[in-house]
């Protein structure tokens, strides 16, 4: 074990990478490994509620002992994440597992089929966990719009742990699982990832499957990992891309978005990183700018330059990418109306119009039904051309101004997100300061490149996060460059629990 990780002394704060070694080995018992997470879980997720779905301890630890009977027989196949428990955002489709997305209107669904991205874990032996708690339908960067409840920020129980994938990120900043998978339409990895200080990635769009991704905005949407750290973020991630037949929009990935850490000597020397200054624009808080260039400190100490460029279409990124995905929620949530699966309002001799109506007024929450308005009407005729298409267009420009961005520089960084961690209830009255929220993370969505969110300091003892983004399919360079800026960080607070 290297002595970045060498320090955590219980087992629930092993690194993936280290703990797979062990459980290979034989040192950890995968058995023991997961009745110690369970531990944990009992003892915090009363404070965090980081689940809305655990599946059950018997089960769980069933499947751990077949790991541990598989690496002392020698025989059959270890995977490469053999015994790690994941926790999985609960929009992603588990087959006989409860999949709610965080909606009444889902309360009782039970897929038949598992996401692509399942498929491809538990095929590495990875141990799924639970299910993890969310913004309804991913609409939302608090959490708060769950039908289960809001989840609670592990560094501050009084406070937000961001979203939507909030239960994933305080899951893993809570010890209560060393991973989780999330997904980002507008920000909803970067943006826990960030107020929960874990590392959270958007990949490039295609790199992983959406099928069995409950959809919100499909052209803006990803499938990522949450960690505790970079390596186990690329870890993970090398193990969910992929061309799948079965989404025709994802890609084969090629070889630049693998990592490993044997691969680089970790200076940074001639790494040119732009910072657009619309990533420090207006609504951002002191205290995060100042951490975050305290950060981009560290890197030009590594060897990188540090230069201020622009970007000016992204001061219309926020409100283009309102309205399409708005106009795409619309569209896909018009399939929930109780009559094949989900909520089913009592039978009172209502006509099926009626039936319907009801289905969604009682299924549907409050956030939800503001969007699929607001959706319906930017894809109205006569407000297409005005609102719909001229979001298109805004996005097309965006992509040229980040091409030309990257002739000059191998990477952009900026804070993730451009305030600390919020109170429970102070935003929830106030969708537009709730939107405000996604100014940094969602020019990525809308280009469809990679960013990752990297932990890079705290202030009044709450994290925030740096964001980093890079051309199409340059993972692996966004992890090289967090990696060092990571090691040389060197972040050790834990919440207190
Ligand atoms: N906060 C953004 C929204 O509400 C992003 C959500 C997401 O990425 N799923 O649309």
Known sequence: MDSFHSYYPLPSRLSVSDLCDAIRRGSIKAEDYMASTLDRIRRVEEKVHAFITIVEESTLLERAREIDRRVRDGKGFLGALAGIPIAVKDLICTKGLRTTCGSRILEGYIPTYNATVIERLEEQGAIILGKTNMDEFAMGSSTEFSYFGPTRNPWDLSRVPGGSSGGSAAAVAALEAPMALGSDTGGSIRCPASFCSVVGLKPTYGLVS????????????????????????????????????????????????????????????????????????????????????????????????????????????????????????????????????????????????????????????????????????????????????????????????????????????????????????????????????????????????????????????????????????????????????????????????
């Open 210 to 497: 959406r099928f069995g991704l409950i959809a919100y905005a499909n052209s803006l949407e990803q499938i990522g990992p949450m960690t505790r750290t970079v390596e186990d973020c690329a870890l993970l991630f090398s193990h969910m891309v992929g061309r799948d037949p079965l989404d025709s929009t994802s890609v084969e990935p090629p070889k630049t978005v693998f990592f490993s850490k044997k691969d680089d000597a970790m200076d940074l020397v001639g790494l040119k990183v732009g910072i657009p200054k619309e990533f420090f624009g207006e609504g951002i808080q002191e205290s995060v700018a100042k951490t975050v260039r305290k950060a981009l400190e560290k890197l030009e100490s590594l060897g990188a330059q540090c230069e201020e460029t622009t970007i000016p279409s992204i001061q219309y990124a926020l409100p283009a990418y309102y309205i399409i995905a708005m106009s795409e929620a619309s569209s896909n949530l018009a399939r929930y109306d109780g009559l094949r699966y989900g909520l089913r309002v009592p039978d009172r001799g209502y006509g099926w119009n009626t039936i319907f109506a009801e289905n969604r007024r009682l299924g549907f929450g409050p956030e939800v039904k503001r969007r699929i308005i607001l959706g319906t009407y930017a894809l109205s005729a006569g407000y297409f051309d005005k609102y719909y298409l001229k979001a298109q267009k805004i996005r097309t420009i965006l992509r040229m101004e980040f091409q030309r961005a990257f002739k000059r520089f191998d990477v952009l960084a900026g804070p993730s997100m451009p305030i600390l961690p919020f109170k429970i209830g102070e935003k929830v009255g106030n969708p537009l300061e709730m939107y405000m929220c996604d100014v940094d993370t969602v020019p990525a969505n809308l280009t469809g490149l990679p960013a990752l969110s990297l932990p890079c300091g705290f202030r009044n003892g709450l994290p925030v996060g740096i964001q980093f983004m890079a051309q199409a399919f340059q993972e692996g360079l966004i992890f090289r460059v967090a990696y060092a800026l990571e090691k040389s960080l060197d972040l050790r607070e834990e919440p207190r629990l």
